[in-house]
């Protein structure tokens, strides 16, 4: 099992980003899926999570501004980051739920001027 | 929204026992919260050490153990030693919202 998350950088506020979280060794399409995110210095923040029913759910503090989805024939889930914010500058992660919470190297999104 | 309240520190002897605790601020923690615990170590991403209240991957050390003590959920370390040293979260589910703990960092000495 194994997540790799793509997709970060360096971007002006009110930018928007695509992160990918390709997965192997589980099916995704079955599976729920939760994005994290660490600021430096900061705990983990749950950020986003779509189920195997391809429902969806965020975070107060990116609700309306980010979407979550999933193209199960590439067992890759996105986080699709619009109207960026300094605050959103952090690590992002992607952690399977259950039995395959497996973590991935984490992906840095920055957002400055 | 829930807020989930772990120690902020704890200190544990080498060889030592400690429970660390998560709490929530919506009543008592139940299996049905599938609680987790991770492990951070500086520099690192967190790896997960228990999902849904007691169940270990397959790189958990036998010394951690999950449960549900109290109302809370638990993380229990016997026998620790000075790799264990660490920040340590909780999530917690809430079906339409999972909450992190804000992490108790735990220093073996």
């Known amino acids: 099992v194994q997540v790799v998350e793509t997709g970060g950088g360096l971007i002006q506020p009110g930018g928007s980003l695509r992160l990918s979280c390709a997965a192997s060794?589980?099916?995704?399409?079955?599976?729920?899926m939760t994005w994290v995110r660490q600021a430096q210095g900061k705990g983990l923040e749950w950020v986003s999570l779509i189920y195997g029913d391809r429902s969806t759910y965020y975070a107060d503090s990116v609700k309306g501004r980010f979407t979550i989805s999933r193209d199960n024939s590439k067992s890759t889930v996105y986080l699709q980051m619009n109207n960026l914010r300094t605050a959103d500058t952090a690590v992002y992660y992607c952690?399977?739920?259950?039995?395959?919470?497996?973590w991935g190297q984490g992906i840095l999104v920055t957002v400055s001027s | 929204q829930a807020v989930v309240t772990q120690e902020p520190s704890l200190t544990v002897s080498p060889g030592g026992a400690v429970t660390l605790t998560c709490a929530s601020s919506?009543?008592?923690?139940?299996?049905?919260?599938?609680p987790y615990w991770f492990q951070q170590k500086p520099g690192q991403a967190p790896r997960t050490l228990i999902y849904d209240t007691n169940n270990k991957h397959s790189w958990t050390p036998a010394r951690f153990s999950g449960s549900l003590l109290g109302g809370r959920a638990a993380l229990t370390l016997s026998g620790a030693l000075p790799e264990d040293e660490a920040d340590y979260y909780c999530?917690?589910?809430?079906?339409?919202?999972?909450?992190f703990g804000g992490g108790t960092k735990l220093t073996v000495l």
């Open positions: 919506t009543g008592a923690v139940t299996s049905g919260h599938y």
């Open positions: 999530l917690i589910s809430y079906g339409v919202t999972w909450v």
């Open positions: 060794g589980f099916i995704v399409s079955s599976n729920c």
């Open positions: 952690l399977p739920c259950g039995a395959n919470s497996v």
